[in-house]
């Protein structure tokens, strides 16, 4: 840890969390940028696309930020399967995991969440 967490106390406890919270803010302005460019390109199924897709996913659902992360699976998107389901459902997300299942065409599942 830095000379300023050790001595700051509850000071700079709150002053670590507010620089985490612009660091990953700034992260997610990035990959919105990098998802423009990826989608002008018309290809979701490079590489890059679905690790800013992924990525965007797990910052949204962290922050809590439901607008973004609705209209992300909403859109055509590249989440990897497994990372993506498996968060939406640690978090209870099970509006935006019916979102993701009916985006890939997963509709038995689509329906057992809708029953729950």
Known sequence: RSAVT?????ESDEFEQVLMMNAKEAFVQYLVKCRRTVLARKDVTIPAAKAV???LLGL???SGDDKDLIQLLESHNACIPDLCEQKLQESKKYYALLLWHRSHKNFKETLSIWKR
């Not at 050790?6 to 509850?10: D, E, F, L, V, W």
């Open 6 to 10: 050790r001595t700051g106390g509850a």
């Open 53 to 55: 897709d992924t990525a």
């Open 60 to 62: 949204w659902v962290d």
